[in-house]
């Protein structure tokens, strides 16, 4: 069934816009951000699993922030987090 009203199987054209292939358009991403939204869900569940494990949710961010950045930024921002702290004595 469609998302919406009085939906009908014309390829009439309003204004040059095919209603039905920008119907198509808009349903397609409505389902995605329900896939999304259902995925967000899933990973805060992981999250949870791991806290109840005894794991840090907030390093392991970190880690998978890190895992999914380039390695040469990553090593340039610990360089720099290395000599901001030396700077600072801590």
Sequence with gaps: MS????????RTQEGGVAADRLRSIIERHIRLEEEVKALRGDQKDIMSEAKSAGYCPKTIKQVI???NADPED?????HLL?????????
């Design 3 to 10: 998302e919406f009203p009085n939906d009908h199987n014309s």
């Design 74 to 78: 990553v090593q340039e921002a610990e």
């Design 65 to 67: 922030r890190i895992m």
């Design 82 to 90: 290395d000599t901001y702290r030396r700077a600072l004595g801590c």
